[in-house]
Every structure is written in C-alpha cells, then in structure tokens.
C-alpha cells in the first residue's frame, strides 16, 4: 500500500493562477481532508468528506474548491491563488467510524504564490 | 465548536530530562484526543490516542498522556528525552460525529539540547 499520495511536491504560482492539488489513498478510507499547515497557526482544516460525493467546509474554506468522485481521489483546487495561499497542504484520511480513528498523512505540497 | 489549546509554542529540554508537552481541550462530547508528531520536511505521524479505553495512553517511543476530564487536559510525557525526539508535536481533538472533523492545535517545538 503507498497509503496517502500527494503530487506535486513543490510549486511556485503567480498570483491569479489556477492549479490543484492532488490526493490519492489506497486503503479505502472513506473520510478525507486538506488541510493548511502555517507557521504559529498550526494545522487548520480547509474541506473535507466523509464519502464520495460529500464534501463540506472546514475552518479556512474560501479560495478553495473541492470534489469527490471516488473514494480514493480527493483534489483541492486553488481558483486564483493569492500569497495568502503560501503554505503547505497535507491531505489526510481515515478509516471509519472515524472518530477514533487515526487520520493518515501525505507528505505534504509546498505552495509558494508569487 | 471542538478546540485543542497548546501552551508553549517551543520548549526545550536537555537530553535525558522529562519532556513534558501540555494539551488543554474543549468539547461540548467525551472527546477523542491524538497527539501526533512531525519531523523536517515530512507529514504527520501519530504518536498515541485516547477513545475512552484508559486514561494513561502509551504511544511510541517512549511517549505516554494522561487524559484529566476534571482538568481537560491530556499532556504528553516522556521520562528521558532523546535528540532523536526533535521534532514538532501536535495535539489533536476529534468529536466521533457525523462529521468526524479531527481539530488541531498550534503545536508545540520541542529541542533537544545535549
């Protein structure tokens, strides 16, 4: 199992451009989430799902755009990034009922916005 | 709403000394509580979690928490600090609802000097 997938690793956008984040897991976990990761601030949630089809916002939504086809796919799209989006996004899912449940961690994507 | 707090954004400890890192939460439900750690440059990886089985959680490495409902509190401790445990920690709160929305805090820097 290659667990969470991130891609790209790294990326440099101008201001105004548009690009998505993507996110595959491989072990079949129905809840997933994005998260924003900044310096002091933490690890503060952008969206999230709990199946295919169902999306909903966290704490820091706007700018972002989510979907979820599958169960194994979950991007995040940037509609016009701004240097406020500068950070680092990690993916994460777990396994149900999810409460309890630990969530599991891509290795992250380091967004610079110019 | 669900909200961890950590108190102390850096700490540092000598190596061979207790490591004590301190987690308060807030939550309207019995919590379910993580605390997981990030080394350089790569994702999150879970240290231990508290889902009501007991109150003195063992994680890896060394590490352990106590959940205090009369305090909300659940520290993480570790006897003998180590250099390897450099590293960022962060606490975690998640409510086992329909959204089972997993809650950071601002995590804590811990260095380790020899």
């Known amino acids: 199992n290659a667990g969470v997938t991130q891609t790209p690793k790294f990326q440099v956008l101008k201001t105004g451009q548009s690009m998505t984040l993507q996110c595959a897991q491989d072990?079949?976990?129905?809840?997933m989430s994005w998260y924003r990761q900044d310096p002091g601030m933490g690890l503060r949630l952008i969206h999230y799902s709990v199946g295919a089809g169902i999306t909903d916002q966290g704490e820091v939504p706007n700018g972002y755009n989510v979907s979820r086809s599958t169960t194994e796919d979950f991007p995040l799209r940037l509609l016009s990034a701004a240097p406020s989006q500068t950070s680092v996004y990690f993916c994460?899912?777990?396994?149900?009922?999810?409460?309890?449940?630990?969530?599991?961690f891509g290795q992250g994507t380091r967004l610079t916005v110019v | 709403a669900q909200s961890v707090t950590q108190l102390g954004s850096h700490v540092s400890v000598s190596e061979g000394a207790l490591v004590l890192l301190r987690c308060n939460y807030s939550s309207s439900v019995p919590p379910y509580l993580f605390w997981y750690v990030q080394y350089p440059n790569q994702g999150l990886q879970l240290l231990l979690k508290y889902t009501s089985a007991a109150t003195l959680v063992k994680g890896i490495n060394g590490f352990e928490a106590e959940f205090k409902k009369s305090e909300t509190s659940f520290h993480l401790t570790k006897p003998s600090a180590h250099m390897s445990d450099a590293a960022e920690y962060f606490c975690?709160?998640?409510?086992?609802?329909?959204?089972?929305?997993?809650?950071f805090g601002t995590g804590t820097l811990l260095a380790v000097q020899p």
């Open positions: 994460a899912s777990r396994p149900p009922p999810g409460g309890s449940t630990e969530a599991f």
């Open positions: 975690a709160v998640s409510d086992g609802g329909a959204t089972n929305k997993l809650i």
């Open positions: 072990m079949n976990h129905e809840y």
